[in-house]
């Protein structure tokens, strides 16, 4: 292959957009560099994310689109999964992936959309890095919820989730609360089934959807006692299904295949 060009494929799940490669392909190059190439919408192909696929073990490396480090992707695992049964890196219909934030199982499903075993949320301050475990904890007038689940995430519950969230979104992802900055969700309870959701994500800002979030989101109105066990999540575009079993969230939602290509280094 001519090391100049590099062969990229690019799905979104939910509007929320990636850009993939092989590991094979990118092996002697910056991930990060490459991260913020790929995914600038002016000079590059334009994604909230770049995740390289690695084999033996089948692992998601995740990147955001500012080029720094993200444990888990919950629309990129199940884009990640798509990937690797159109490239034919998986022939079975259920199969484990490894993350940073531990090993997740996927299924694909018989419409072709994937569910995803997303694990269990983790509420300790040293996980998240704060001084102390933020449980319904004011900040900037806003009641917030912070834990761990596939990365760090924090709740807040709003009459209008799909307003503009830019300036409160930000406030609190940078927050000397959060060394590490915290992704903050926007949560409206519609009825004990359906939540509509908005996420500003660390290192990338207001994005379309985010499948963590929508987990963090579901389980934490479950948890307040706002809606079942079993709930559907509206987005910007398009929607996700949320199961919590004996405490551990399943993740359930598509995954669409938007080109494949060649990117000029």
């Known amino acids: 292959m001519n090391r100049t060009e590099l062969p990229v494929t690019k799905y979104h799940g939910c509007g929320n957009d990636f850009v993939i ?14 991260a913020v190439a790929l995914c600038d919408r002016h000079t590059g192909i334009g994604a909230d994310g770049f995740i390289v696929v690695c084999t033996d073990p089948l692992e998601m490396v995740y990147y955001n689109q500012d080029g720094s480090r993200a ?29 940073m934030a531990g090993t997740k199982t996927v299924a694909r499903l018989q419409d072709g959309t994937f569910r995803v075993m997303m694990g269990q949320p983790d509420f300790s301050r040293e996980t998240i890095g704060t001084p102390f475990q933020v449980d319904h904890y004011l900040l900037n007038d806003h009641e917030i919820t912070s834990f761990f689940m596939g990365t760090i995430h924090t709740v807040v519950f709003t009459d209008n989730a799909m307003g503009n969230i830019e300036i409160p979104g930000s406030e609190i992802c940078h927050a000397s609360l959060f060394p590490e900055q915290t992704n903050v969700n926007f ?18 800002g207001v994005t379309l959807a985010c499948g963590t979030g929508v987990c963090a989101s579901a389980y934490q109105a479950w948890r307040e006692g706002l809606t079942g066990p079993h709930v559907d999540v509206e987005l910007r575009r398009g929607s996700l299904h949320i199961d919590i079993e004996d405490g551990t969230v399943f993740m359930s939602g598509p995954a669409v295949r938007i080109m494949k290509g060649v990117f000029y280094l």
């Open 71 to 99: 444990p888990m992707c919950g629309n990129g695992i199940r884009c990640f999964s798509a990937f690797c049964l159109d490239e034919g890196l998986v022939q079975d219909q259920v199969f484990d992936v490894e993350t």
């Open 187 to 204: 949560v409206e309870v519609v009825d004990s089934g359906h939540l509509r959701v908005q996420t500003y994500e660390r290192g990338c």
């Open 21 to 34: 490669v092989h590991a094979r392909d990118v092996q002697n190059l910056d991930w990060p560099q490459l």
